[in-house]
C-alpha cells in the first residue's frame, strides 16, 4: 500500500473527501446557527486518516490502494482543508450553503515512476503537471432528505489542466443519532482542455507511446453513484466509509486511455474532532 501525499484531485481523493466531509458535516450545521460572526467563538480540528482503493487513472481497469490523511481546521466562516485547500464557507438556516478555496492539484504522472497515481500503461503521454486550482462550491436542501450540489473546480494556474464541473443530487437514507447514510447521483463535466488533459491523446503523445490520436471535446464525461456512511462514537471519533461507481460516457469512451468503461473506488477512514 503506497502513502499518497499531496492535493491530488482524482477519483480517490475526490471520494476520500467527500466522506471527510461528510464526516465534519454536523460542525457546519452548528455554524448555520452560531451567533459568533466571521471569527467564530472556538476553532474545530479533525485530522483523519483511511485507505482507499481505485483506478489508477480516471478510467484505468489497473487498481491501486492508497492512504488518505486528513486535515481540516475551521474558525467561524474559514476553513483549511488537506484537499480543499485555504477558504470560506457560509451555511444558512433556509438549508442553502456554500464554500470557496483555493487548492492545488498535482496532476498525473506520465508513468515513468509509481508517484501521484501514474502507471507503466500511460508511459510517453507526457506529464500532467500540477496546478493552483479555484474551488466553488454550493448546496441547497430541497427537503428534509435531499439536497442539490454543484461544484466547480476552476484553473488557476498551470498550462494543461483545463477546468472541471461536478452537478448532482444527494439524499440522506439514515440520519441517527449516531449513524448516517447517503447516498448521490453526480454528473461529471470537464472543459475542452480538461476532457483533451486526461483523455485525450495528440499526434507527439500518439508517437511516443501505444495509443492512437484521439480528440476529446468539453462536456459531460461521466456519471457516479456514491453511497457514504458515518458512524460516530462519541464528539470525538467517528468512522466514515463510502463506495462510488462511475461510468464514462460516449464523450471520452472512445480514447484509449479509458480501458473500463465502469469503475468503483472503496474508501474506509477514522477521524477525531479535537
Not at 74 to 96: C, K, M, P
Not at 169 to 176: I, P, V
Not at 180 to 207: C, D, M, P
Amino acid at each position: 500500500m503506497r502513502v499518497i501525499n499531496g492535493l491530488h484531485k482524482g477519483l480517490i481523493t475526490s471520494l476520500a473527501f467527500n466522506a471527510a466531509l461528510v464526516a465534519v458535516q454536523a460542525q457546519a450545521d452548528e455554524q448555520a446557527t452560531s451567533d459568533a460572526g466571521i471569527w467564530g467563538n472556538s476553532t474545530d480540528v479533525t485530522i483523519g486518516l483511511g485507505a482507499s482503493y481505485g483506478p489508477r487513472y480516471l478510467g484505468s481497469k489497473n487498481y491501486t490502494s492508497a492512504l488518505q490523511p486528513l486535515l481540516r481546521v475551521e474558525r467561524g466562516i474559514f476553513f483549511l482543508d488537506s484537499e480543499g485547500g485555504l477558504g470560506v464557507q457560509y451555511a444558512s438556516n433556509t438549508g442553502f450553503s456554500a464554500s470557496a478555496s483555493v487548492g492545488y492539484d498535482y496532476g498525473r504522472a506520465d508513468g515513468d515512476s509509481d508517484f501521484r497515481y501514474g502507471s507503466d500503461k500511460l508511459k510517453g503521454m507526457d506529464e500532467v503537471s500540477g496546478a493552483t486550482v479555484l474551488n466553488l462550491a454550493a448546496s441547497q436542501k430541497l427537503t428534509s432528505w435531499l439536497a442539490l450540489n454543484a461544484q466547480a473546480d476552476l484553473r488557476m494556474a498551470g498550462a494543461k489542466r483545463g477546468d472541471r464541473y461536478r452537478l448532482g443530487l444527494e439524499s440522506t437514507l439514515l440520519d441517527a443519532s449516531a449513524d448516517k447514510i447517503t447516498w448521490g447521483l453526480n454528473a461529471h463535466a470537464g472543459s475542452g482542455r480538461f476532457n483533451q488533459t486526461y483523455f485525450g491523446v495528440t499526434a507527439e503523445q500518439s508517437a511516443a507511446s501505444r495509443f492512437g490520436r484521439f480528440k476529446a471535446d468539453q462536456g459531460i464525461y461521466a456519471y457516479s453513484s456514491v453511497l457514504s456512511w458515518m458512524h460516530t462514537f462519541d464528539r470525538h471519533w467517528a468512522t466514515v466509509a463510502s463506495i462510488e461507481l462511475t461510468h464514462y460516457t460516449d464523450q471520452v469512451r472512445n480514447s484509449p486511455l479509458v480501458t473500463q468503461d465502469t469503475t468503483a473506488t472503496s474508501y474506509i477512514g477514522v477521524n477525531y474532532t479535537f
